[in-house]
């Protein structure tokens, strides 16, 4: 079955830590990865894909098949990061189809 | 460009009415997907819509069915409403081609 997991519900640094979101998918074929960031009182917006393989706001994920897994990690927190962010992928291997997302992790990170 | 635009922000249902949710896509945008978020989820397809036909459908029953117009807006309807159809319900814009998708602000869905 095709599956997101996000194993943390809540993960809390200091500004200036380096934060490491995980993500770990289930899908049988070549996926396409996606970060979706909810800032307080915003929508939902995309964060970084890795096809593009862009750093967004000191953001990186870099896909590893091996594990199947796509970490989101930042080597230095800032206090706007502060969000909660999706880990979501494409079975169609295209962006704009069907998403599938997981539960979420929210980042807190305080000064 | 005031992005992907839905109404109502907020509605309150009574178990087994019917519902109408609406959106507007981003301007250039001509798909559009709908998702349901229940609280301490992430958002869970629906169904998407190109060329006014339903293109994919996710795992949900037929009482949700949708509509998309020549204008590319959309609307998301509810039968039979019941009390686990309370979420928040997004909707969600891209072009045709290989364009990450766009989210509205959602409607909070809530059946009493």
């Known amino acids: 079955a095709q599956r997101v997991t996000q194993p943390e519900k809540l993960l809390s640094v200091f500004k200036g830590a380096p934060v490491e979101l995980k993500c770990n998918y289930s899908?049988?074929?070549?996926?396409?990865l996606f970060w979706y960031v909810q800032y307080s009182r915003q929508r939902l917006q995309l964060l970084l894909r890795h096809i593009s393989r862009e750093s967004i706001k000191g953001f990186t994920a870099d896909l590893n098949k091996g594990e199947t897994s796509f970490h989101l990690k930042k080597p230095f927190a800032q206090e706007e990061d502060s969000a909660m962010y999706y880990c979501?992928?494409?079975?169609?291997?295209?962006?704009?189809?069907?998403?599938?997302f997981g539960k979420g992790t929210t980042l807190s990170v305080s000064s | 460009d005031a992005g992907v635009t839905q109404s109502p922000t907020h509605l309150i249902k009574t178990r087994g009415q019917q519902v109408t949710l609406r959106c507007s896509p981003k301007?250039?945008?001509?798909?559009v997907s709908w998702y349901q978020q229940a609280l301490g989820q992430g958002p869970q397809f629906i169904f998407q819509y190109y060329e006014e036909e339903e293109r994919q459908r996710g795992n949900f029953p037929d009482r949700f069915s949708g509509h998309q117009f020549p204008n590319y807006s959309s609307e998301l309807n509810v039968n039979a409403l019941l009390l686990g159809d309370s979420a928040l319900y997004l909707c969600a814009s891209s072009t045709n081609s290989n364009s990450p998708l766009h989210f509205g602000n959602g409607t909070r869905l809530t059946v009493t």
């Open positions: 979501a992928l494409s079975p169609f291997n295209q962006a704009g189809t069907a998403l599938i």
């Open positions: 301007s250039g945008h001509d798909t």
């Open positions: 899908y049988s074929g070549s996926p396409e």
